[in-house]
């Protein structure tokens, strides 16, 4: 599983070394329902690192129980 941290909230999500960042956005956004569009994933709590779309989390060196960071588009505006 990954902890997926944005502002005061963690989500504890299961999630398959094979996942891409598509899959876990898509988790994410079963969960809190905000589409996956608005949805970004980073590596790092400043948001240098975003997460590879196309690769899985294991290329990318996802461990088990690491935080990943998310931020949502504002709504109305191409703005996260």
Known sequence: YVRIKRK???IFLYVLLSDT???VRAKIS????VPVS???LFLD???DIPL????SLADQKV???QE????????GSDEW
């Open 30 to 33: 079963a969960v809190n329902k």
């Open 68 to 75: 990943l960071y998310m931020v949502f588009r504002k709504e």
């Open 21 to 23: 960042a598509g899959d």
């Open 52 to 55: 590879d779309e196309k690769k």
């Open 63 to 65: 461990e088990n129980d």
């Open 38 to 40: 608005d949805i970004r």
């Open 8 to 10: 005061n909230t963690t």
């Open 45 to 47: 709590k400043n948001g």
